[in-house]
């Protein structure tokens, strides 16, 4: 049962309410604050914060507008039995952030989502703000060389070479991308290492596999 939130960042240069928001977000998201929990009081959050009520009650009409929680007159505001959006990266990646050892496994038709999601804690590692010791990143991909269930033709959803080669250019750009800043991140002695490796597996069960 959550109780005690997350302490907040105080370099966080985010609108009070936004910063509740997302933590409270992040609670729901990774299931600290499971689905039909009841969310503490604003009297409670806003002692546990340290905030105004007017800051509390903005940051809870942001997550009721998510979808994430609802407001039950004369009871209190819970979570969603099932919320309305699917969770995100972002939370989990969050959470992997806070450990010493950071280890990441995605699978996915590219790595964008990944890419989107790792910004921000790279931002905090560069400027200190976390520091974790290793960092390994492993990416499952699929093999566009050969037909795929998706991505298709939109017309009448047959195999398009074209469609396959350029969501291949997406993901080597994107993978490139997160292997190059790891890179960064090592040799600026910011971790003491960080990996990234790569496998792409056919529909017919073959596999190959790189790592920088």
Not at 78 to 86: A, C, F, G, K, L
Not at 88 to 114: C, W
Request: charged fraction near 25%; charge should be neutral; hydrophobic fraction near 35%.
């Amino acid at each position: 049962m959550f109780s005690t939130p997350e302490p907040l960042d105080p370099d966080d240069d985010r609108p009070p309410y936004e910063q509740v928001a997302i933590t409270l977000s992040a609670a729901i998201r990774t299931r600290k604050l499971g689905r039909g929990d009841k969310i503490p009081s604003q009297k409670e959050l806003t002692e546990a914060y340290g905030f105004a009520r007017a800051t509390i009650q903005r940051a809870l009409r942001e997550l009721e507008d998510e979808g994430l929680i609802v407001s039950r007159k004369g009871s209190g505001v819970y979570v969603r039995n099932r919320t309305e959006r699917p969770a995100g990266l972002r939370p989990h990646v969050e959470q992997a952030f806070a450990s010493e050892n950071v280890s990441i496994d995605f699978a996915g038709f590219s790595s964008e989502t990944l890419h989107g999601a790792l910004q921000e804690p790279i931002d905090k590692i560069r400027i200190g703000r976390l520091t974790p010791s290793t960092i390994n990143i492993r990416i499952l991909m699929p093999d566009m060389s050969v037909p795929q269930a998706a991505p298709v033709r939109r017309e009448d959803g047959s195999d398009d070479p074209r469609l396959r080669a350029r969501m291949h250019d997406m993901m080597v750009s994107f993978t490139r991308s997160i292997a190059n800043t790891m890179h960064e991140l090592s040799v600026l002695g910011l971790v003491n290492e960080a990996k990234v490796s790569v496998r792409v597996v056919s529909t017919a069960g073959h596999s190959s596999s790189s790592s920088t």
